[in-house]
């Protein structure tokens, strides 16, 4: 049994042929490169070099009176130094209050005069600290509430915060001061003036030597 001879391909079906083969090969390419390119993503972000340790936020209090004087204190405990950009006039932290269930973000404007002298970026070292009050916002806690005050930093995952609660001032009641008012009812008694008889001879004295 005879086989049949295989045709030679003609020039249309190598270019067709050729054309498949190179389309093959760019797809390819272009697959391998972002391949490559989400390789390198994933090893960047793999080898990103977090902060080690802990950075802490407390306020001196958990319970505060309206119009008390508020600070916090940021400790820095991590193994770098740590950056924070001013906000000024706006408040230095993010600030919450607990409204219908939920912590709600609020904010204050300073007047323009306490930003005078205040560095554009403050630097914590490792193991430094740093405290700041709220005095030149005074409308943040100025009423009764639970609040929650938030730090953020680069490089570090964690969210620090601290919580306090602002009661209202106590009312202080006067005693009231009962004044008795006493009437003196002083009797004045006016003397009776009686005109003594003068002495001496009147009309029809009594008889003397002649």
Known sequence: MS??????LTVRERNKRKRIVNWVLFYIAVIGFFAYFIYQQAVNVNTLDFAHGTLQLTTPKTKYTVG???SYTLKNGLSESISLA?????EPLFVYEWTN???????DTAKVSACNGVPAERVIPAGGSYTQNFDNWPNLFS??????LVAYASNYTAIPYADFQVVAKPVVIKPQV?????TVIQKVITPVYIQVPSSG???GGGGGDN
């Open 3 to 8: 086989r049949h001879p295989i045709a030679p």
């Open 178 to 182: 009962q004044v008795q008012i006493q």
């Open 86 to 90: 001013s906000t000024c006039p706006a």
């Open 143 to 148: 009423k009764p509430g639970i609040y929650r």
């Open 201 to 203: 001879g009147g009309d």
């Open 68 to 70: 008390d004087s508020i």
């Open 101 to 107: 269930n939920s912590w709600v973000r609020i904010h």
